[in-house]
């Protein structure tokens, strides 16, 4: 197509100035300028473009969101923790002092408090990317760059967040007297895993937000469920074995369970002893078809979701 | 030999416009509505082609496919047909200072946009005090970008996006926002990018920008190209036509 030749564009026979424009070529290398080959426009896309400007643009977003969430606030970062530290003070005070049902459980506010930060980060990520690719409008309609840099930036936000967090969660282990074992060095791959979950979560919800603005309402309803049907509050054997294998679909269960076993408690009986192999198998697969599901969408979407915001 | 920076071949573009819009799940799956859309054809066939160090200036009354066209060519927008060929990079200039963070520093948002255009971030970090220079802003360049005037910051935004080594570069109606003395900046701007071999689309409804900065022109009515040639015919056509009542409502 680009190779055809091509006709020059009709020019008036009047005006001077044009004419000098025509017959003085400008200086075509000037400032080090080599000439690019002819490329078809690219349109917009969830990923697009070279790998490196993907990379810089996604950890500028994020860097700079993150910054942007504390500034202004005197206590800056402390806010984020102190968030869900309360969250953990209540609970553990209601579940040992008022309902005492933590009693019987074996390092009950260790595993409360690594289980709530666990959540909350998917929460974050979850929550804050849903709103992202309508939020950034003004961006989406006007610059060409990959879509999924939006949603995903907010999840490295809240991940920012995270780590922080479990910074404190490790203090607070030691603090306890859990010991720090080999499988701690572990951890990584938990966090890895969790934070594949929340994206793909997070990214199909961004794209469904913008059909759904109604979203953010049923969303904060089903967390509200996810938090009292994943053991959070309590743990996988106090379910009875009917339920346990529903539970465990939700893949949320085996990442906290997984993080029990590596960092707390390395004698628990595996997850597949509890709940047998079908439920873990099944929890996977849900885990991939969310990740899927939520790529495809995101990039069939993403060519026209400008038009549609 | 000179050679050309863009192709347009045909291009055309339909938008669905919902003329009953569901926007929630609510209204979806509870009182079951359906979307409802009417097809509003904004660009249809259009052709041209722009050579390097040349700008050609795009014309037409409202609602005759201007944005929409150089949506398409920024690539925000994917056109139904056609193709559009560009040599070397293309930096959208639609709306001066999109993408900035009224909460961030001078810094920080033209890094960002740097970036966003396809520089590398230590790039754009080194090209940072040539482009806050030019908007002069360097006294202001600790504030908010929201305790910056508009006009600061449509300056700023004009000065990173001609700042990125973009090949061509697309204007719209940029000149309307400025004062005198941004204009002649922005004029001094056109005639700099032409002498360094680079193009421009200049989207304007201004007869003068248009005689003044570009050899050749085209003029946009109901979608298609109405004119095509030297930018005196063109702005002669598109007032004859401004004299005239609206063809069809839209």
Known sequence: ?309 | MIHNALEVENLSKTFRIPTNRVATLRERFVERKGMEYRNLKVLDQVSFELREGEFLGVTGRNGSGKSTLLKILAGTYRADSGTAYAAGRIAPIIELGVGFNAELPAFDNVVMNAVMMGLTPTEARRRYPKIIEFAELVDFQHLKLRNYSSGMRARLGFAVMTHVEADILLFDEVLAVGDARFKEKCSETFERLKSEGRAGILVTHSIGEVVRHCATAILLEDGKVHTRGASAEVVAEYQRLQSQPASAPV
């Open chain 1, 1 to 309: 197509m680009s190779s055809q030749p091509l006709t020059r564009v009709v020019t008036g026979a009047d005006g001077v100035s044009r004419e000098q424009e025509f017959t003085n070529p400008p200086a075509r290398q000037g400032g080090g300028r080599r000439r690019k080959p002819m490329q078809p426009i690219e349109g917009p896309s969830a990923f697009g473009g070279d790998r490196r400007r993907f990379m810089s643009l996604l950890w500028i977003t994020a860097v700079q969101d993150y910054r942007l969430m504390y500034r202004n606030s005197l206590l800056g970062y402390v806010w984020t923790l102190l968030r869900p530290l309360l969250f953990f003070a209540v609970l553990y005070l209601v579940f040992t002092r008022v309902i005492r049902f933590g009693n019987a459980v074996p390092d009950y506010a260790v595993l409360l408090l690594m289980n709530i930060m666990l959540f909350q980060f998917f929460i974050d990520a979850s929550s804050s990317a849903m709103g992202s690719v309508v939020r950034g409008e003004p961006l989406v309609r006007k610059m060409h760059f990959p879509r999924i840099v939006i949603p995903l930036a907010n999840v490295i936000t809240a991940f920012m967040t995270s780590l922080m967090n479990f910074v404190v969660v490790i203090g607070f282990f030691l603090a306890s007297g859990v010991e720090p074992i080999a499988t701690w060095l572990l951890l990584p791959v938990i966090m890895a895993t969790l934070f594949v979950f929340s994206a793909s979560v997070a990214i199909l919800l961004s794209t469904a937000y913008v059909w759904f603005r109604d979203l953010d309402h049923i969303w904060g309803v089903l967390t509200r469920v996810l938090f009292y049907t994943t053991p959070i509050l309590f743990p996988l054997e106090f379910v009875p074995e009917s339920f346990r294998w529903i539970i465990t679909l939700n893949p949320l269960t085996p990442i906290l369970y997984e993080a029990r076993v590596l960092l707390v408690q390395p004698d628990a009986p595996s997850l597949t002893e509890l709940v047998g192999v079908a439920p873990v198998i099944g929890s996977v697969i849900v885990g991939i078809g969310l990740l899927v599901g939520a790529l495809s969408l995101f990039i069939r979407q993403a060519p026209r979701v400008a038009e549609a915001l």
